[in-house]
């Protein structure tokens, strides 16, 4: 990446501007790299959306936005500048003869077109053909994608064919919003940068890992996508997996998008199948019914506002995930993503093994293991779990469990914690790819998912059971226990 391709003002063009992604996400995070002085001067925002506003209008409606999600207080002499960068096109994205409005805007010789399709994937083929034929695009132009990228592999194939009918793979950036996550990133430092885990990042100190994405909120809406789609297909074929590609790659030759890429597609490759003979063994499905979250009573999944009340759809996802290499070998990964749980939580516990031999039996029967606990959200930041000799005189020692904890707000007090979304964009700006996923790593995960859809299929079981609140059904326990092992609930 040179100087000038970093440094290059863009014409960002948002395709579904009005919509929820772009209202909730994408402005909010534009609008807080505005504040940080991260946006080239030159840089426009241009709102595509098939709505019948004028340029004010659709500031005004973006003032309004701000105001609505941001959750601090609206700074109107930044709003003064980023307000200046828009401007909106009322543009059917099915009628290919309106796309060439966007040549009144563009301006090709001067900025980068960054394309960011903040809408439903059926609408991708017809803005990518709606391009291509007005001529707004060029060797710089970039398009971003938004999860999903398919709902299977068949899908995705087709998606990712009419999208490189018209792009280059070097132009596509596939979003994933944890990869911009600073605790997903500082994995890489973790890892790669420090001797005390890079030489303790195997079979031999590591005894087993979990991932966990707990969500506090169900449907919220969105039961037509969501129960076409499920938790399975919707968080853990993508966020969870690329946090344990994360975990789990080997070291890459250096920092580049292709070294990086290259390390996970081996991980994703090295996953043991999930099929119809081990499926009841590896997997949990759960489906949350009516309960309590911090005091406040909430309706079950078939309870939600237009739910079918056959649905067999999961809420909840547990899974044993084995990967075979030599780094990992017998060493399980527990993966868990549920709605409607006891809080909101994200978060990777690293167990490492037992000592063999114990000294400390006044303190405790059985040594508990280190753990290495990373926090992404609510509060980011890197917990050690170790044993410490309890203060005092008495001529016995004893020990107590105690954490080291690197808490990123408190540790850098003077650094900006910002979001994955900010990240991502600016990155997708700035033309570099290191952060997006590439199509291999999204195909290969969907032909690993798609074994364990199909096996699900196969036996034909209804997801079980478990209460608003709780951490998800007691089979999920079981899963991990089985193994002599329980899951981390801190």
Known sequence: MNEET????????????LGDLSRRKLLISLYRLEIANLLEADTRIIGIDQYPFDNLGFIEIIHKSLQEFLNETLDE?????????????????????????LNTVIDGQSRVMVNYFAVSPFLFTNICQGLAGCGVLNHESRMVMEKPIGHDLKSSKAINDAVAEVFSEKQVYRIDHYLGKETVLNLLALRFANSIFTTNWDHNTIDHIQITVAEEVGIEGRWDYFDKTGQLRDMLQNHLLQILTFVAMEPPVNLEAQSIHNEKIKVLAALRPITKENVERKTVRGLYSAGDIKGKSVPGYLE?????????TESFVALRVDIDNWRWAGVPFYLRTGKRMSYKRTEIVVNFKQLPHNIFK???????????????????????????KIPG?????????????????DTFKNSKI????????????????????SREEIEQAWTWIDSIQDAWAHTNAAPKPYPAGTWGPEAADELIATDGRAWEES
């Not at 006044?362 to 410490?388: C, M, R, T, W, Y």
């Not at 005189?393 to 707000?409: A, G, H, M, R, W």
């Not at 910002?418 to 996923?437: D, H, I, Q, S």
């Open 6 to 17: 970093v440094f290059k003002p863009c014409d960002l063009v948002i395709f579904g501007a």
């Open 77 to 101: 002499q930044v709003w003064a500048l980023f307000s200046a960068r828009f401007s909106y096109l009322k543009i059917d994205l099915t009628q290919m003869d309106q796309y060439p409005l």
């Open 304 to 312: 939600e506002a237009g739910a079918n009340a056959e649905s067999t």
């Open 362 to 388: 006044e303190s405790f029967a059985d040594l508990p293991s280190n753990k290495l606990i990373i926090h992404l959200q609510p509060n980011e930041g890197v917990e050690i779990q170790i044993l410490n």
């Open 393 to 409: 005189i008495d001529e016995n020692i004893k020990l107590q469990k105690t954490k080291l904890d690197l808490s990123f707000s």
């Open 418 to 437: 910002f979001g994955g979304y900010e990240k991502l964009v600016l990155e997708a700006m700035r033309g570099n790819p290191t952060l997006f996923l």
